[in-house]
């Protein structure tokens, strides 16, 4: 079945520690995001890519990294930089950014700060 | 400042009691409105996408308009298996905007 498999499930982060959440989709799409879902607000985007080797901050970017070496992968570094870090974080892909196609999402990973 | 406001935050209805959700949003140059639902502890399951005021689309117990500042989702006598979390986004300027959701709890 196409789709897009987010793991692991459950993280948790300690303190000063860099972790790396994975992203990979076999939908063929070119475009792929990464959001935080926080209790009560709306999905936010962190970071974008439009095609392979390109990426682009979304309006919370602080904190994390993104690397978009292959198209089917698109794994977000959740850094000792954001403080704040504990969040349920989605990853989405859509055929492009500039169709307005509908964006697909996975089942989601939940961080956590130990 | 775009804006997408979804009410109510929260619907408690009885099964067969039908209902209708409410995202308005604030947003210049309009490409797309897309309602999702999703369950706890899952990602978004994409419903409908409505790309122009009139525009109606049906998918069961669902339905979902459009008007130029508005979009409803009616749910018709829904079952328990219609509860979730109902969240609308809108695309414009190259970004999608999600409103916080309507969560949506159908008891029998």
């Known amino acids: 079945d196409g789709g897009i498999t987010q793991s692991p499930k459950y993280l948790f982060r300690k303190e000063g520690q860099n972790v790396t959440l994975s992203c990979e989709q076999n939908?063929?799409?070119?475009?792929m995001y990464w959001y935080r879902q926080d209790p009560g607000q709306g999905l936010r985007l962190i970071y974008y890519s439009q095609i392979v080797n390109d990426f682009q901050k979304g309006d919370i970017a602080e904190g994390y990294s993104v690397s978009r070496e292959k198209k089917e992968s698109f794994p977000l570094t959740v850094t000792s930089a954001q403080k704040n870090p504990t969040a349920f974080y989605l990853c989405?892909?859509?055929?492009?950014?500039?169709?307005?196609?509908?964006?697909?999402f996975g089942d989601g990973t939940r961080l956590s700060i130990l | 400042e775009d804006q997408v406001t979804q009410s109510p935050e929260a619907l408690r209805l009885q099964e067969g009691e039908s209902s209708s959700l409410n995202c308005s949003y604030t947003?210049?140059?309009?490409?797309?409105l897309f309602w999702y639902r999703q369950d706890p502890g899952k990602g978004p399951e994409f419903l409908f996408t409505l790309y122009s005021a009139g525009e109606e689309k049906e998918k069961e117990r669902l339905k979902a308009t459009l008007t130029k500042k508005e979009s409803f989702l009616h749910i018709t006598a829904p079952k328990p298996e219609d509860s979730a979390t109902y969240l609308c986004a809108v695309q414009a300027r190259g970004k999608l905007q999600f409103g916080a959701g309507t969560q949506v709890v159908v008891t029998p």
């Open positions: 989405a892909s859509s055929i492009d950014t500039r169709k307005d196609q509908p964006q697909h």
């Open positions: 939908l063929n799409h070119d475009a």
């Open positions: 947003v210049s140059g309009l490409r797309g």
